[in-house]
């Protein structure tokens, strides 16, 4: 069963601004004290894992023991199906060190080029860390398409290219509050919350 959290400090384990900015705009109604590692000058630990949730665990692990504080991460990214699922938990470093996810989009665009299937999904898994070594894990994922071309300037990442299943406009075109409601890391969200917030 997972641990309760209940209330005080939290770190959030990331460096990614707007990773950063859904997570608090998320945790927003719970009244969470929320810090970041890039606050506490935690470094940014190598992602050596071969899982999301691998990830997702080794970095709130490093940031709770750094910190002595417990501490969510979120490990996400593109699998794209007609490229065995890549970007996946390299979608990051295919932006290269500027984070130019323009250039990531313009990749993943150019490899499927004359192909016919164009199914992805995003995936988020999150991992609650304990200065103790105690670990709770989430998974959420979101499915749809990868259209012909970039549209819209709002999420960040690979959301322009991204339309969910059911809709017409991509994660880059849609409204945040309504991403909030839909998406893979909204989806981790509530079974971190179920779990973790239980009265």
């Not at 071309?149 to 809709?167: K, T």
Request: charged share 25%; net charge negative; proline share 6%.
């Amino acid at each position: 069963m997972a641990r309760r959290f209940d209330g005080g400090k939290l770190v959030l384990a990331s460096h990614n601004p707007g990773k950063l900015r859904e997570i608090v705009e998320l945790l927003a109604p719970y009244g969470i004290d929320v810090v970041s590692a890039g606050a506490l000058g935690l470094p940014e630990p190598e992602e050596t894992e071969t899982s999301f949730i691998g990830n997702a665990r080794l970095k709130a692990v490093a940031a709770a023991t750094a910190s002595g504080l417990p501490a969510l991460a979120d490990d996400s990214g593109l699998e794209v199906m007609a490229l065995d699922r890549d970007p996946g938990i390299y979608s990051a470093r295919w932006a290269g060190p500027a984070k130019d996810f323009a250039m990531a989009m313009a990749r993943v665009l150019e490899l499927l080029k004359g192909g016919h299937d164009r199914r992805a999904r995003f995936v988020s898994a999150l991992a609650l860390a304990w200065p103790d070594g105690h670990c709770d894990e989430f998974e959420g994922d979101v499915w749809g398409d990868i259209v012909d071309a970039p549209r819209g300037s709002r999420g960040f990442g690979y959301d322009p290219i991204f339309r969910p299943d059911g809709y017409d406009i991509t994660f880059g075109e849609m409204d945040p509050a309504h991403k909030h409601e839909i998406s893979h890391r909204a989806v981790a969200f509530r079974q971190f919350v179920a779990a973790c917030f239980r009265n």
